[in-house]
């Protein structure tokens, strides 16, 4: 029986030569058997690691969220975790595709690991009190913002529009967590917006109801 470092020593050198494929020619290129020839290996070695084209992709996928993952969850602050996560997308945008392509509804699916997500929600506990649950809607404000920001970058090469971007984001991404106490506790609902503080929500004026006196009607009078 072959070794397990042999083995994991073999797949990882699948998944180097699928990487050199995918940013070379894209998805189209990234079939078994031409990843079996960058590796110097048989298609059916491939195989047997890979059933099939998806899961070589959700592989490097996840390859690319422990990279990304690393980066971000190693800052000191907030702050700079998506300064962090916005200059990886920045430098290595193929990889950031490759994330959010068709394996990221997979990777990050009901039930997976989201150890940014969790790290943040622990961070912004630790920083201003309460439950990490109590920052859900702050975590997904910034990542939005971030994540929005991230592929409009990386399909942008003029460097001073990306500036621009850059630095709107970070200022509203700044903004958010000094003043994160707004959406502090409140629920995951799309009609938390109508809710007032009172838990009322407000009252929609009636089609009917006119908002401008009429205007009288005038008979024009012949010259």
Not at 103 to 129: N, Q, T, V
Not at 215 to 221: A, F, I, L
Request: glycine fraction near 4%.
């Amino acid at each position: 029986m072959m070794p397990r470092t042999a083995d994991q020593s073999l797949e990882a050198k699948i998944l180097k030569a699928a990487h050199r494929l995918w940013r070379l020619h894209g998805s189209k290129s990234l079939t078994l058997r031409a990843v079996a020839v960058a590796a110097g290996t048989t298609t059916t070695t491939v195989y047997k690691r890979f059933r099939n084209k998806e899961a070589l992709l959700l592989a490097l996928a996840e390859l690319v969220q422990l990279r990304i993952t690393e980066k971000t969850t190693s800052a000191p602050t907030i702050e700079e975790s998506y300064r962090r996560f916005l200059k990886f997308a920045d430098q290595h945008p193929h990889e950031y595709r490759l994330l959010w392509g068709p394996a990221w509804s997979e990777l990050l699916g009901p039930g997976r690991p989201r150890p940014i997500k969790e790290w943040l929600l622990e961070k912004f506990a630790e920083r201003f009190g309460g439950k990490p649950k109590d920052y859900a809607l702050s975590y997904y404000a910034l990542f939005l913002l971030v994540h929005g920001t991230a592929s409009l970058l990386i399909v942008t090469h003029n460097r001073r529009t990306k500036t621009e971007m850059v630095d709107s984001c970070l200022a509203i991404c700044d903004a958010l967590v000094a003043n994160t106490e707004v959406l502090r506790g409140r629920p995951l609902t799309r009609n938390a917006g109508l809710q007032s503080d009172r838990g009322v929500t407000p009252s929609v004026p009636d089609n009917n109801q006119r908002k401008f006196p009429l205007r009288r009607k005038t008979s024009r009078q012949s010259p």
